[in-house]
T-cell receptor, first 117, second 110 residues
């Protein structure tokens, strides 16, 4: 089982360049998430998608855009990269969206390490 | 802004002892609570989830939830060197967004 697949795993950008981080899951999950992790900061939610065609801002959405292309794929785009966006980015998905019985367990990709010079 | 607070540590515990990790959260409407373990350079992995007040045990791990106090904890009994990692508390609100604390670094002393 592939689970959650993120590409690329490593990327170096120059300030002002743009790029898209790709994420795909094969578990038929409705909910998908993008987080960033900086040293000592835990995981901070960038954007969330409850289902295909819907997205919602998280804790730190500025400088990012997302697209929920279909149920499997959720991409994160940096339009004009800044050094403050140097981080490890994690995509995650979870089973069942909404309702009191939603377990909410997150399944993570391996992470994408982004450096902006 | 919803918040999840954890002591960043490091928390040092002798091998074989009980490690106690704590977490508080600000959103009273939160529904589900999770503990993830993360080794350096790796993705987080779920070790415990809890949804109702009280204790939930799974092997050496016990999660405790007190919604009135907005408090969730994780106990690790018979701590092993392999338990050395960062432990992340996560909370799911009514909007299905899952927010993490900054994590507690745990170091088990051989």
């Amino acid at each position: 089982n592939a689970g959650v697949t993120q590409t690329p795993k490593f990327q170096v950008l120059k300030t002002g360049q743009s790029m898209t981080l790709q994420c795909a899951q094969d578990m038929n999950h409705n909910s998908m998430y993008w987080y960033r992790q900086d040293p000592g900061m835990g995981l901070r939610l960038i954007y969330y998608s409850a289902s295909e065609g819907t997205t919602d801002k998280g804790e730190v959405p500025n400088g990012y855009n997302v697209s929920r292309l279909n149920k499997r794929e959720f991409s994160l785009r940096l339009e004009s990269a800044a050094p403050s966006q140097t981080s490890v980015y994690f995509c995650a998905s979870s089973e069942i969206s909404g309702g009191p019985l939603n377990t909410g367990e997150l399944f993570f990709g391996e992470g994408s390490r982004l450096t902006v010079l | 802004q919803k918040e999840v607070e954890q002591n960043s540590g490091p928390l040092s515990v002798p091998e074989g002892a009980i490690a106690s990790l704590n977490c508080t959260y600000s959103d009273r409407g939160s529904q589900s609570f999770f503990w993830y373990r993360q080794y350096s350079g790796k993705s987080p992995e779920l070790i415990m989830s809890i949804y109702s007040n009280g204790d939930k045990e799974d092997g050496r791990f016990t999660a405790q939830l007190n919604k009135a106090s907005q408090y969730v904890s994780l106990l690790i009994r018979d701590s092993q060197p392999s338990d050395s990692a960062t432990y992340l508390c996560a909370v799911k609100g009514r909007d299905d967004k899952i927010i993490f604390g900054k994590g507690t670094r745990l170091h088990i002393l051989p």
